[in-house]
């Protein structure tokens, strides 16, 4: 089982950019599929973005163009780098496998974007 821990998220004005981090206690190599996920306040947790072993990516639609994951070449990050920010962008973000496994979830990253 691996702790996830995100960070990199703060304070931007929309058209800003942030990259987040997600940072596993042991190699992910094994979790075919890596993703972002993120919730607004009063709403559903929702996915943002994946990418697996390979290399393949999916979107969103609400961030496709705008939102990029990659894998680091330590066996245990997984990035996303956020660009054109949008005040409608704002909420935690969390990594965890995709399909998100429950003894995964950690504590977020919090991204504010302000208009």
């Known amino acids: 089982q691996a702790q996830l821990v995100e960070s990199g998220g703060g304070l931007v004005q929309a058209g800003g950019s942030l990259r987040l981090s997600c940072a596993a206690s042991r190699s992910i190599d094994s979790i075919h599929v890596m993703g972002w996920y993120r919730q607004a306040p009063g709403k559903q947790r929702e996915w943002v973005a994946l990418?697996?072993?390979?290399?393949?990516?999916n979107y969103a639609i609400s961030v496709k163009g705008r939102f990029t994951i990659s894998r680091g070449n330590a066996k245990n990050m997984v990035y996303l780098q956020m660009n054109s920010l949008r005040p409608e962008d704002t909420a935690v973000y969390y990594c965890n496998a995709w399909p998100a496994r429950p003894s995964y979830w950690g504590q977020g990253t919090q991204v504010t974007v302000s208009s």
């Open positions: 990418i697996t072993n390979d290399g393949i990516t």
